[in-house]
């Protein structure tokens, strides 16, 4: 990661502290039985606390902050929204899907633990999801819990991330066009990414209609996500990735890098990444580290 | 199913009115979408609108029924834990799991639409069923919408329903006594099934205390409705039950029927049935849709 200055430093500290927030949550919140579900809260815990970049919980409290919501609350909605992203990655590393062995540079969960107990590690940590934002812990007012459901749910079903994993399987076999493509990464990584800021608003009881510019941000770093996902896996390391990479070219796959090329694809991320700062223009120092996280989404190496 | 009288013409209504009426709210709820997504949700409609009981859906409205809720509300939530269900048994169908072809006489989704479309369609219901919760036609109090979600979390998570399964796939090779086959058991298919009736008594704005003989109704049905598939599995026909029989004692699977042999397995199931329907005493006839539902699930042969 290349940080420096004044900003960066404030990206740095905040990656640092969601990242042990969120373990520790994790951790507190997932007891090892003493019993034959040991194996699979083991698993669930593998998974969880394997060192993942914990971007969308950071989007979620760096949302939440700049409306002023309780750190500890925030850090609480921001595990659910985690656990979702971990018990997808799960499944998505699945033999029948991705087939991948490789993931945070340790063995995938179905490797260490089986194949059927990662179906069920991932399945635990959806129902997790929403038993969490379930609890008071993430607010006092059933209101905002609930509107974090909603989201939440929204955001992960077939309106939204498994909508776009499902699409993806069809790119295997199908010419997509850019708009489709487009459509298929809004799904599969934006949706989730946009649910991380819309909870933050809901948090910070923004009223819907001033998270206009929100919602603007969160789909711009969305697609420059992706984009920047597809140049790694493109151009990168598998052992700075901590994953397999090339696998999108291998497996043939419409990516915005084999419908654009990979200087168009970086320019375009770029700019997207310019008008996702643009639409905080009307925010101050409070939004320093949405600005922040928006650069780091497309100079990252992993 | 062997049904006669007054009571049980009661049962045979009730079961064919939710089974209308989940079908009803899972068409207009996953309309086909006319994009790559085609699949996935061609998946989930096969799966969710295949013909099952309905006994969750079914033992939620006839609790909520009982405290005067309103029937759509009560179906709604209904739908949210059949949803849960059915995304169980898609999983649970899993080449890497039970690997069974066969399902309410059909063949599974993995086996109609294939393996990593199974998995996703399952995740995808699992979403389904928290973002219904989440709206408002189960509920205006956004209180008794987030109890639900919270119930319905545990009860599908890791100290429920996929922490039973996993203890179904240890207990493929270890040695469970009794007390942990009960367990099992309790978590695996009773959790479901106590949240079940839990969801119907939230929505009744019944409050904790006053849940106690319904949960005691609850957790006996819950246990005599596992014997009962043990003795399916045991001695029943394929074709009657629309799926494999014999597959436990094929797995070396312990279970209540190795463990008490299929005579007293039966006994325990009908002394659980009248424990069940004892917990009801100081209802009235308002109770009689419960009390039928229980006997029902011993006498079923599917």
Do not use: W
């Not at 019993?35 to 969308?56: Q, T």
């Not at 948090?203 to 789909?219: D, F, K």
């Amino acid at each position: 990661m290349a940080v420096s200055g004044v900003v960066d430093d404030l990206l740095a500290d905040a990656m640092e502290r969601i990242a042990r927030d969120i373990d520790t949550d994790f951790d507190s919140l997932l007891p090892v039985p003493d019993e034959p579900r040991l194996k699979l809260v083991e698993a669930m815990r593998y998974a969880a606390m394997a060192g993942g970049k914990r971007i969308r919980p950071l989007l979620l409290t760096a949302t939440a902050e700049m409306y002023g919501v309780d750190r500890d609350a925030a850090v609480r909605a921001g595990l659910a929204i985690e656990a979702i992203h971990v018990y997808s990655l799960i499944h998505d590393d699945l033999p029948c899907m991705d087939d991948d062995g490789l993931r945070h540079g340790k063995p995938t969960v179905h490797v260490a633990y089986g194949e059927a107990t990662a179906v069920l590690a991932g399945d635990a940590l959806h129902a997790f999801a929403f038993e969490v934002l379930g609890e008071p812990a993430v607010s006092a007012d059933p209101f905002v819990r609930i509107e974090l459901v909603r989201t939440l749910g929204h955001a992960s079903g077939f309106n939204g991330m498994a909508g776009g994993q499902m699409m993806d399987l069809v790119a295997e076999t199908s010419e997509f066009d850019l708009p489709t493509i487009t459509r298929l990464q809004q799904l599969k990584t934006g949706a989730l990414l946009a649910g991380a800021v819309e909870m933050g608003a809901i948090l910070g009881h923004v009223p819907v209609e001033g998270r206009t510019h929100l919602r603007g941000y969160a789909r711009d770093i969305g697609l420059a996500f992706q984009i920047t996902d597809d140049l790694i896996d493109h151009e990168g390391n598998a052992e700075v990735a901590g994953k397999a990479v090339g696998k999108d070219a291998r497996a043939g796959k419409q990516t915005f890098l084999t419908l654009l090329g990979p200087d168009r694809a970086r320019a375009q991320a770029r700019m997207l990444v310019e008008q996702a700062t643009a639409h905080l223009a009307d925010h101050g120092k409070e939004a320093d580290l949405l600005r922040a996280l928006a650069r780091y989404i497309i100079e990252r190496d992993h």
